[in-house]
């Protein structure tokens, strides 16, 4: 290929380009670009750990099958914590902590802003590698330098430098994530969901060990519905503990439980928009219905929906899960 040029199709040649494939089924692509986002301390490292080791042998992910190939994770928290959760994984599936099983961890932070950093970073990977299927970056804001989250030039600038790596390795760019203060969407400036391919959100049932995953948006494909993995506290060897993921990946989630009638009216003024709202609309439309007197007890009641399974939510556009039925309240 001549870099000197874009990459060019006529119409007809469009058929020639070949159909992403799954590297996670139904989760996430080749050479594409992921975003994977929970509020603090739901699981969201163990989340991305334990696809990528899965990955590395082609084992299926809780179910779900993988195209095996090398992983490369930048674990910006430093090494320790990684080497407990390996080998946790490792000692889950019987393999031994010695075993190579073919993620390179790079125990530092990349800043993403900065052009000799990305570079050094190609550098290191192709000393180790001629081919990955994968690349974390744990966290966005750990390899955000001194940029400004909330700032649009800076947050392109760093999906810019991620496509870069993605077209430069062919590979899929995974970016790990925290949520902003209201834990309803990632934290930062509103073109970061925009610009991922794939984002799934994480988020734990209150009061339980379970994590629910929901795919927000999966670029030209319908994605898969919820699901949910349990986290579950395991001793290792040394008599330390540490977390691994279990559960069944491929579950598909129903309502869990009947409402209340004021999130029952706030289900149901959703129905007034024909293709969905946005959080912003949906919250405007409920206090002009005088349904909630604030914007806290809207939060409340939709985080309520969404834990029981009520709405689906892709990318920003919230509808309901199941048709309204008058006698799905209390």
């Known amino acids: 290929m001549n870099d000197d040029l874009f990459p060019d199709y006529m119409d007809d040649e469009l058929n020639?380009?070949?159909h992403p494939t799954w590297l996670v089924d139904g989760l996430i692509a080749t050479n594409q670009l992921s975003l994977i986002y929970a509020p603090r301390s739901v699981g969201k490292t163990f989340f991305a750990l334990d696809m990528s080791m899965?990955?590395?042998?082609?084992l299926p992910f809780h179910?779900?099958?993988?195209?095996?190939?090398?992983v490369v994770y930048v674990y910006s928290e430093g090494g320790s914590g990684a080497r407990k959760r390996v080998n946790a994984w490792k000692m889950e599936q019987g393999i031994s902590p010695e075993q190579r099983c073919g993620v390179l961890f790079i125990t530092r932070s990349v800043n993403m802003l900065d052009e000799r950093e990305v570079t050094k970073l190609i550098q290191t990977i192709e000393k180790r590698f001629d081919a990955i299927e994968l690349l974390n970056l744990d966290t966005l804001a750990r390899c955000f330098g001194s940029g400004n989250e909330n700032e649009t030039s800076d947050m392109n600038l760093f999906t810019q430098n991620c496509d870069l790596l993605r077209n430069h390795f062919d590979a899929n760019v995974c970016v790990v994530h925290h949520t902003g203060h209201n834990q309803s969407r990632e934290r930062g400036n509103s073109s970061i969901g925009n610009n991922f391919d794939t984002v799934l959100s994480l988020k734990r049932k209150p009061k339980t060990s379970r994590i629910i995953i929901t795919g927000e948006k999966q670029k030209d494909d319908a994605g898969d519905k919820d699901f949910s993995l349990d986290m579950t506290v395991v001793e290792m060897p040394d008599g330390t503990t540490s977390c691994v993921l279990r559960g069944n990946a491929v579950t598909e989630y129903k309502p869990?439980?009947?409402v209340d009638k004021?999130?029952?009216k706030i289900l149901e003024a959703l129905s007034d928009f024909k293709s969905g709202a946005t959080h912003t609309q949906w919250e405007a439309h409920i206090l002009d219905l005088g349904i909630c007197?604030?914007?806290?007890?809207?939060?409340?009641k939709i985080d309520y929906l969404n834990e029981h399974h009520h709405l689906i939510k892709k990318g920003?556009?919230?509808?309901?899960?199941?048709p309204?039925?008058?006698?799905s309240s209390l």
């Open 63 to 70: 179910g779900r099958p993988t195209k095996k190939g090398s």
């Open 16 to 18: 020639s380009i070949p």
């Open 256 to 258: 869990t439980a009947k």
């Open 324 to 327: 309204i039925d008058d006698d």
């Open 262 to 264: 004021t999130a029952m």
């Open 316 to 322: 920003r556009i919230y509808t309901p899960a199941e």
């Open 54 to 58: 899965c990955i590395s042998q082609g």
């Open 293 to 300: 007197k604030s914007e806290s007890t809207f939060g409340k």
